[in-house]
């Protein structure tokens, strides 16, 4: 009787469910004032609602909008007026050309910036290759690189494309973006492609090999995800988590950092056993122990690299064109900057608000505690 109530309880909310989806879907009447989202005329008779894709809002759109044939390629929405047309057919509306950047030399800056970006907030972990050749492409280029056999893959919504190539024993990373993206995206895509980049020349082609194909997406997500986190571009984080491309693996990386932070990721992207990651095989790794031969001859092996330290300490300090650098437990961060730190088993967040000669003042995130950091003088 249990098992027949809790079936009825379930067809029942399914029901009710549907009831509430069909509802959002009809059309309804307007009333006094009410406005199309799209040309902004008053409504009178029937409206519609419609999702934006991009800010996730129900706007209200008139009868003669919501059929009209062509929608903006960021948001989905009709366009009817100020809108700009790309030479590969894509329409943008007024709002979202204006975050585009229609420039290609613009979006090559760019580029060039979140290479820079990325090696900034990752010092500590990964170098990222510099022997990478940045295209800007439309769409109907993008799409016909991956028609190319064996570069076809599943993603509903293909942004950039990764190759490498090898010629004389020397290799050559080519990444294409697509025109036209707002600049958020843009940065998160080009970290991506950066990322693949970084898995070519530092995990084995053996692992490679091994690692399952959504689980190398997740991590090139996690790279742009976490770029955009530093960057507090809040409205592209949330696209990168509805991007469903990766089946899940997004999430689980972003879990994963958050618990063991980005070293133990980038141990599991090189020597971990699983082909993709869950919930708690981030430590399971087989990380061979480095040869070393000494003057005699013998060999011997180097053990894993020492624990990170248990509290927070400032490494050093570093001055780039007068750009000052505090690194406090072997992750860099300029005045201003915000991140998270290795301590112990642990991750602490925390704000670097001043860096001295010899010093740096920092604030925990969590608490709001306020510290001042000074080099060890052994260190200086």
Not at 124 to 139: G, L, M, Q, S
Request: hydrophobic share 40%; proline share 3%; glycine share 6%.
């Amino acid at each position: 009787m249990q098992m027949e109530s809790g079936i009825r309880q379930s067809r029942s909310h399914r029901f009710a469910f549907l009831l509430v989806s069909l509802f959002l879907l009809l059309p309804f009447i307007a009333i006094a004032g009410d406005r199309c989202a799209i040309c902004g005329e008053e409504m009178t008779g029937t409206i519609y609602l419609l999702t934006d894709k991009l800010t996730r809002e129900k706007k209200h759109l008139c009868s003669d909008c919501v059929h009209l044939s062509e929608a903006c390629f960021v948001c989905g929405m009709p366009v009817r007026k100020d809108y700009v047309r790309l030479p590969d057919g894509r329409f943008l509306c007024a709002r979202d050309a204006k975050q585009a950047v229609l420039n290609v030399s613009d979006a090559k800056s760019i580029c060039s910036e979140v290479r820079e970006d990325l090696d900034k907030l990752f010092s500590r972990f990964v170098t990222f290759p510099t022997n990478v050749e940045i295209a800007v492409v439309d769409r109907v280029n993008l799409l016909a690189l991956f028609k190319i056999p064996g570069n076809d893959f599943e993603c509903p919504n293909v942004l950039g494309y990764f190759r490498a190539t090898t010629n004389h024993h020397q290799v050559r990373h080519e990444i294409s973006l697509m025109s036209a993206l707002r600049a958020a995206e843009l940065k998160a895509t080009c970290a991506h492609e950066y990322s693949h980049a970084w898995v070519f020349d530092n995990v084995s082609e053996e692992r490679r090999q091994a690692l399952g194909r959504d689980a190398q997406e997740g991590f090139c997500e996690l790279v742009g995800y976490l770029l955009m986190d530093a960057q507090r571009e809040d409205e592209q984080k949330q696209a990168v988590l509805r991007n469903q491309y990766t089946h899940g693996q997004i999430d689980l990386f972003i879990q994963a950092e958050k618990r063991f932070g980005f070293n133990e990721i980038v141990d599991w992207m090189k020597y971990g056993v699983d082909a993709e990651l869950d919930a708690d095989n981030c430590r399971d790794v087989d990380i061979p122990r480095a040869k070393r031969v000494s003057a005699n001859g013998a060999s011997s092996y180097l053990e894993k690299p020492s624990p990170e330290p248990d509290k927070l300490v400032l490494k050093g300090i570093s001055w780039i064109a007068s750009h000052p650098l505090a690194i406090i437990n072997n992750q860099s961060f300029a005045p201003g900057e915000s991140g998270k730190v290795r301590v112990g088993t642990t991750n602490v967040n925390i704000r670097c608000l001043a860096v001295q000669a010899n010093s740096a003042r920092i604030q925990i995130t969590a608490s709001g505690e306020e510290m001042e950091l000074s080099l060890n003088p052994m260190e200086k």
